[in-house]
């Protein structure tokens, strides 16, 4: 299993605002806060109208160089829970043309403060909650 978590993804000048799920746990790695999205969902957001997207490349976990699309500082990043909100974290948006699953990136899940317990069984908390409380992750 995977931990997924309820996010609001807006985009930088706040014109559109979406919900999903989006996995927390898929050792996508990078130095600035990133979320990867299937092309198909984030189509919408009209991208375009705020910036030219730049070219960009991760290395998957089998060693594929993967092309992406980068549009930075272009999105505003939420984790949704029934009593809490946490966020917004500026992100930069890299668009997938053959992804499936939004991605969050480790830089982002740090700063939005989410901790990990058991990603099998999609245990989490918020920095703020360690040995005071055990979040469910979406599905369990």
Do not use: H
């Amino acid at each position: 299993m995977v931990l997924k978590l309820r996010i609001r993804i807006e985009r930088s000048d706040g014109k559109y605002s979406v919900v999903y799920e989006a996995i927390a746990n898929s050792g996508f790695s990078g130095k600035k806060p990133e979320i990867l999205v299937p092309l198909k969902l984030i189509e919408s957001f009209k991208l375009r109208e705020l910036q030219e997207p730049t070219p960009a490349s991760k290395i998957s976990g089998s060693g594929t160089v993967i092309p992406l699309i980068r549009y930075i500082d272009s999105a505003k990043i939420y984790v949704i829970e029934e009593d809490r909100v946490k966020g917004p974290i500026t992100a930069d948006v890299l668009i997938a043309p053959k992804a499936k699953y939004i991605l969050l990136n480790d830089k982002l899940l740090g700063m939005l403060e989410i901790v990990i317990i058991d990603p099998a069984d999609g245990l989490w908390c918020f920095r703020d909650e360690i040995g005071k409380r055990v979040r469910k992750g979406v599905g369990y």
